[in-house]
C-alpha cells in the first residue's frame, strides 16, 4: 500500500486491532486467528503485557484520538493478515504500539500450494 490510510478507513476487526496495540504499546499478543484475511476476536487472542521499568508504560497519545494515519509497520501488518487470508498468528511482538516481528506457523508446500496452520 502506497498511500497513506487512516484508522478510519479500516474494518471494525482492523480497528479494533490497532486500537489494542495503541493501548497495550509494549506486549505480546498471541494465538491471533484469521479468517478471510481479518482478524478474529473469538476466541480472542492473549495478550501479555510488557512492562518497561522506570519508563512511561501509558498507552499512545494516538489511543485517544477518533482518527489517525498508520505507520508504515502497522499497515505491514494489516497487509500480512490479509494475504494470510485463514489461518493463526502464533505472536505478534508490539513496541511504541508498532509491531516489530510476527511469528506465523505455516505448513510445508505439499503438491505445489502451500496452507497455513
Do not use: Y
Not at 474494518?11 to 497495550?24: G, I, K, P
Not at 480472542?44 to 508504560?57: C, E, F, H, S, T
Request: a negative charge.
Amino acid at each position: 500500500m502506497n498511500q497513506p490510510i487512516s484508522k478510519s478507513s479500516l474494518s471494525t476487526a482492523q480497528s479494533r486491532l490497532v486500537e489494542l496495540l495503541q493501548n497495550q504499546p509494549f506486549c505480546r499478543i498471541e494465538c491471533l486467528h484469521v479468517i478471510a484475511g481479518e482478524p478474529l476476536w473469538s476466541p480472542p487472542p492473549r495478550v501479555i503485557q510488557k512492562l518497561r521499568m522506570g519508563a512511561d508504560n501509558a498507552p499512545r497519545p494516538e489511543a485517544t484520538l477518533p482518527d489517525f494515519w498508520l505507520k508504515r509497520q502497522v499497515i505491514e501488518l494489516l497487509e500480512t493478515i490479509a494475504e494470510l487470508g485463514e489461518g493463526e498468528i502464533r505472536s505478534i511482538e508490539i513496541a511504541h504500539g508498532l509491531p516489530l516481528m510476527v511469528e506465523i506457523e505455516r505448513r510445508p508446500v505439499v503438491g505445489g500450494e502451500s496452507t497455513h496452520a
